[in-house]
């Protein structure tokens, strides 16, 4: 075999490798939505009732636990809808605006952006839906 068919099979190999070690680099994220069944600052953790997929056991909805960790770099935002036009024009638009960390309390419904880092679960953005008076 040439010296240039060496690189070139050589560069094939590698780059195979590279495609199949890529997913175990990539960060696998997903949201989670339920209401806050428990808050612990101090352990840097909550604990969302995750509805779905939807099951029914014994004729009540299950609620599926999911203890997520809260670190320096989560982000908590309040979603509301505008009172009147929003930033895209639409009447009653859903907004994100600022919400100070851990401006949480229970029974607030959130979705939750969170990172898989094996078995455990790190937010990455805490969004509250604000209750939409009549």
Request: net charge neutral; no cysteine.
């Amino acid at each position: 075999m040439n010296e240039r068919r060496m690189i070139q099979v050589t560069g094939f190999l590698a780059a195979i490798l590279l495609a199949l070690t890529l997913p175990l680099w990539a960060e696998e994220t997903t949201n989670i939505s339920g209401s806050i069944l428990a808050l612990n600052r101090e352990a840097g953790t909550i604990v969302v009732g995750e509805v779905g997929p939807w099951r029914v056991k014994a004729g009540a909805t299950e609620v599926t636990p999911r203890t997520v960790a809260v670190t320096a770099g989560t982000e908590f935002k309040q979603v509301k809808r505008t009172p009147g036009a929003g930033p895209t024009g639409w009447v009653g638009e859903f907004v994100e605006v600022g919400l100070a960390p851990w401006e949480l309390k229970k029974g607030d419904f959130v979705t939750v952006q969170v990172r898989h880092e094996g078995p455990r679960l790190t937010a990455l953005k805490v969004a509250v839906s604000a209750l939409v008076e009549p």
